[in-house]
């Protein structure tokens, strides 16, 4: 059997402690029933303590398969499909809602005229302009992925992911039944509709940020499989059950969840521009209403990992100890010259005498831990170039289509292209490319994928910005152009389909470097760090909504194109609930003050 280092890449870290070194942790009916066998995909079927880890030869030479997903695996995509049709069908409509004023000859609830008079209009109710839209939808956006870092933090030191979970579904209700009241038709025609609106989109955002820094993360927790573990198929083909491709598959399976839900946009497309908001805000929250029901029935079956205590403040006290003592250089270049400056075992070395535990509070492993964050972390920062290719800066696309020929077609219907293309291409990627590629032995690294998808967003904005300088028979001034635009709006499926397939390659791509490669006790706040990419996009539109309007509407596409083109083993499940801490050790047993002092 190999040591752990030999293929320490593949098990980076997959336990949110306490679990057993098989997998999730011994329940009493187990602990019964010796013969428990877990089932795993492609007929495999085994019991993990009976299987050896493979040797460095085995792993480099045999084909690596994803575990089954167990039925409270399976709940988690659901309630994520539920959580983000609720999500996407009321956030596809805001921009309309927001910019659109109400369509002459329409019924007051923001829907279009009847017949020929309604066949190029918009819905709309505010009227506030493409300016004033861009700045509450991507407010919102930021909200809504700012947010998480707070939910990250409290799941992982205070709640647990199921508690913060179960406070998000919470928020969010009240926020959907708040949000129909700015669309009712007497409220739009008060002119107070914009208050009550911003109330409950706020609400809705602190809901998400709830949710979804834990939904993930949780359910790469129920993967019964935390080591690599040589196995037989039934084909008699011997192969490694393998904890990277079991994160991975879960992950790809979570993100068509998540599109398959973004897809309800169509139906709220349709509501707002044939009968009005009102309809189009209630019935994403009547879909939201699955959430609870679904997470009562897995309550049992989940495994609920505790919440780790107070590693955030642990971490800062690191960070700061990190700067009061090490020069800008060394922070610049970072390496071990720069987090040695923090492992108690270099300043013991460096001073001639032992630590002062109440002063620092932690050993060598946790710097490590920490280390490893902030590596994962890095590769974050590129994400927000991607999203701002991903659906445009700002409002721009929205004010686009606008000016479009419809025929009769909401003008944001469109963008469900988006999770339709992510629907049909995930498959084809997760049990086609990728199987394949394992099976020729051609490697695909994240960087890779991250880069794929990147090159994908490049050409998407270059196709974007030819349609939006042949988009306006005004030239320049494209979105209030008196004269509606021959161009058809199909023409802008391109700008949705591209950068969707692109998503898989990025966004996954990230789910899955910040749940394998962060420390037990930071999943949630590594993975809000995900989630906080698009905070910054959203930051950065909100910043540049003046140009998001004509005669500038052409240079985002542009900028977004060549921005694009530029990026081209914590197993020990004690340390993992912090109780291998110099002051944990020393509250559970004050006789071991003194070797611990020696740190």
């Not at 009240?174 to 208050?195: E, R, T, W, Y």
């Not at 820094?213 to 040589?230: F, G, I, Y």
């Not at 979570?254 to 009005?276: E, K, P």
């Not at 505790?306 to 006290?317: C, D, R, T």
Request: hydrophobic share 45%.
């Amino acid at each position: 059997m190999c040591s752990a280092a030999a293929h320490a890449q593949a098990t980076i870290d997959y336990e949110s402690a306490p679990v057993n070194p098989g997998g999730l942790p011994i329940t009493e009916k187990e602990k019964e029933d010796s013969s428990s066998v877990v089932a795993v995909d492609s007929g495999l079927h085994f019991e993990l303590e009976d299987y050896p880890e493979p040797t460095e030869e085995e792993f480099a030479t045999l084909r690596k398969v994803p575990a089954h997903m167990p039925w409270a695996a399976i709940a988690m995509c659901l309630i994520e499909f539920a959580e983000r049709a609720s999500y996407y069908g009321c956030t596809q409509v805001f921009a309309n809602f927001v910019r659109g004023a109400l369509p002459a000859g329409g019924n007051g609830a923001g829907a279009v005229a009847p017949g020929a008079a309604g066949l190029n209009q918009s819905a709309g109710a505010l009227g506030l302009g493409s300016e004033a839209a861009t700045a509450v939808t991507q407010t919102f956006t930021f909200l809504a992925y700012c947010i998480p870092i707070f939910g990250g933090i409290v799941a992982d030191t205070r709640w647990g992911r199921f508690k913060a979970i179960c406070v998000g579904t919470a928020i969010g209700a009240i926020a959907h039944v708040l949000l129909v009241v700015p669309a009712i038709p007497s409220v739009i025609a008060s002119g107070h509709a914009l208050a009550p609106f911003i109330i409950a989109f706020i609400i809705l955002a602190f809901a998400a940020g709830f949710i979804k820094p834990s939904l993930a993360p949780l359910l790469c927790d129920q993967s019964p499989v935390k080591h690599p573990r040589v196995t037989t198929t039934k084909s008699g083909e011997r192969v490694i059950l393998d904890p990277t491709a079991t994160v991975q598959r879960y992950l790809l399976i979570f993100y068509f969840c998540i599109n398959v839900g973004a897809f309800f946009g169509l139906a709220t497309s349709y509501a707002a521009h044939n009968v009005g908001f009102w309809l189009a805000f209630l019935t994403p929250g009547i879909i939201y209403m699955v959430m609870p029901i679904v997470l009562v029935g897995a309550f049992k079956r989940l495994y609920k990992a505790p919440p780790q205590g107070s590693v955030v403040l642990e971490a800062s006290h690191v960070v700061k100890y990190l700067f009061n003592r090490a020069t800008f250089k060394s922070w610049w270049k970072g390496g071990d010259a720069f987090w040695d400056h923090a492992k108690p075992s270099a300043i013991a070395a460096s001073t001639g005498h032992p630590v002062d535990v109440s002063v620092i509070n932690w050993d060598d492993k946790f710097v490590d831990e920490l280390r490893q964050s902030f590596s994962a972390c890095k590769v974050f920062f590129l994400i927000p170039i991607f999203n701002l290719a991903d659906g445009g800066l700002g409002n721009s696309e929205n004010a686009m289509s606008a000016s479009m020929t419809v025929n009769g077609v909401p003008n944001d219907l469109l963008n469900n292209f988006n999770p339709l293309s992510i629907i049909v291409a995930t498959p084809i990627i997760t049990y086609g490319l990728y199987p394949m590629l394992q099976k020729f032995n051609i490697p695909f690294p994240a960087m890779w994928r991250i880069a794929v998808g990147f090159l994908l967003a490049s050409i998407n904005m270059i196709f974007g910005a030819v349609i939006q300088w042949r988009t306006s028979p005004c030239g320049y001034a494209a979105s209030t152009c008196a004269t509606v635009s021959p161009v058809s709006l199909w023409w802008q499926i391109p700008l949705y389909t591209l950068p969707a397939v692109g998503e898989i390659f990025v966004n996954v791509t990230s789910y899955e470097i910040a749940y394998t490669r962060a420390p037990a006790r930071m999943k949630g706040l590594v993975y809000s760090m995900v989630l906080f990419t698009s905070a910054l996009s959203s930051a950065l539109s909100l910043a540049l909504t003046a140009v998001v309007d004509d005669p500038f509407l052409i240079w985002p596409h542009e900028t977004d194109m060549n921005l694009s083109l530029s990026p081209v083993v914590f197993n020990d499940t004690e340390r993992m609930e912090g109780k291998q801490q110099p002051t944990a050790i020393v509250a559970s047993d004050p006789e071991k003050t003194s070797s611990t002092e020696k740190i």
